[in-house]
């Protein structure tokens, strides 16, 4: 198989990418933040609103019906592809934060003082502060797994951080600031043999690999559609339909009901517990679509494409002098971050944007790595499978003279 000819055909499905910006033909490596949206997305989004549009699970009338059977027909289909064993353990969420949100105030009756929660020193913010709130409203102690100066969990740590006291464990698959790949398997199983739940942050895993939520056996898993390809606004919480039972609905009012009076009102059936009000039913459906797009991509070309990017960007950006990665854990994917000693990331940044290349600049939402790194923060560029190692030499040369500029 000839990637570079393949890769000319998946770029032409991503029209914004066939654009300059700043008068130069854009190079987009922010990926990490948010994926670009193929055609196939871009066109759903507009039959949905020219055909079908109406709200779900109410009319009887056909674009009622019409809209309720798409919206779940994509929750089957994101069922398909996470393996989950139950079509209910699918619940439509606004994204990642959404997600972890819905958890962590599900568990507040379930925690009490004293009990531990552990996260690990690389998470992104929403799986870090929403534990602190449950902490604060429960009086239960956060843990946090430490990590080596490669960026990489320390195992034999958390393996002593573990007790009868830990409730929840609650880390990420893959880090954003990173690009490491977490031993997640490992960590759910030790988290299992003291009866902890284990919520794992899909966010960055996502659009790289196809996780088996049960093969891994986590308790919960979590991911956004806009950084798989999707739309902006909606992402899905799997849950175990044991735990989706026991917890309380998140939010109240319409669709999450069974009979509602002033005196009590019954909560409706999963996976209407915990979708009240009207959801993001274009969002939905159009997530459905982006995850058809990747699957006729396929995972295993996306992974091999990546690869090759990571390793041939390792090895160019290696070429900067006073480069310096930020990460360089052993299971690593396409994010890579890094910083120009004597250079300023924000600065370096505004540069290269200045020719065409889009990086993130900063602390990427996980301000506890950079402390630990004691930086300011990084430049990152993230990859996706639509980019090319004409990418990777653009982003090397705008590098090169951000550096001449700035030193
Ligand atoms: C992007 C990201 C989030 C947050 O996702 P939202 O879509 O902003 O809710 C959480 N965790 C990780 C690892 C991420 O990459």
């Not at 393949?6 to 948010?34: H, M, T």
């Not at 020219?50 to 929750?75: F, M, P, W």
């Not at 939520?213 to 902006?232: I, R, W």
């Not at 939402?365 to 560029?381: D, K, L």
Request: aromatic share 8%.
């Amino acid at each position: 198989m000839s990637l570079t000819k393949d890769i000319q055909d998946i770029r032409a499905d991503f029209p914004i990418l066939n654009q300059e910006v700043n008068g130069k033909p854009l190079v987009y490596l922010d990926n990490g933040a948010s994926s670009q949206k193929p055609k196939a997305v871009i066109d759903a989004i507009t039959k949905y609103y020219t055909e079908i549009n109406a709200n779900i699970h109410r009319g009887v009338h056909t674009l009622s019906q019409k809209a309720t059977d798409a919206y779940e027909e994509a929750r089957k289909k994101l069922q398909l592809h996470f393996n989950a064993k139950h079509l209910e353990e699918i619940i439509f969420t606004k994204g990642t934060t959404d997600g972890i949100n819905l958890v962590a105030n599900g568990f507040t009756s379930l925690v009490k003082e004293g009990d531990e929660i552990i996260v690990s020193a690389m998470e992104h913010h929403s799986n870090i502060v929403p534990w602190q709130m449950l902490c604060e409203r429960t009086g239960a102690v956060l843990k946090v797994i430490p990590m080596n100066q490669h960026g990489e969990l320390i195992m034999e740590d958390y393996d002593k951080l573990l007790s009868e006291k830990t409730k929840l464990v609650a880390v990420n698959h893959i880090s954003n600031a990173l690009g490491t790949i977490n031993p997640i398997k490992e960590i759910i199983d030790k988290a299992h043999q003291y009866e902890a739940v284990v919520l794992i942050d899909g966010a960055q895993a996502t659009p790289h690999v196809k996780p088996d939520v049960q093969e891994l056996n986590c308790d919960f898993y979590v991911c956004s559609a806009h950084k798989m390809c999707g739309p902006t606004g909606v992402g899905i919480l799997y849950g175990k339909e044991e735990w989706l039972n026991i917890i309380p609905p998140y939010q109240g009012g319409g669709e999450m009901i069974k009979e509602v009076s002033f005196e009590k009102t019954t909560y409706a059936c999963l996976p209407h517990k915990f979708e009240a009000g009207t959801p993001n039913i274009a969002g939905g459906i159009v997530f459905g679509i982006a995850l058809d797009y990747l699957n006729s991509v396929g995972f295993d070309y996306i992974q091999q494409q990546e690869e090759e990017l990571l390793n041939y960007a390792t090895q160019e950006l290696n070429k900067i002098e006073g480069l310096q990665f930020v990460g360089t854990a052993r299971e690593k994917t396409s994010v890579i971050s890094f910083n120009i000693q004597g250079c300023h990331p924000y600065d370096v940044g505004t540069i290269v944007d200045k020719l065409g290349v889009a990086v993130r600049t900063g602390h990427h939402c996980a301000q506890p790595i950079m402390s630990f790194f004691n930086i300011p923060g990084t430049i990152r560029a993230s990859f996706m499978f639509y980019n090319t190692k004409e990418d990777v030499d653009r982003l090397v040369e705008a590098l090169q003279k951000a550096r001449t500029m700035l030193l």
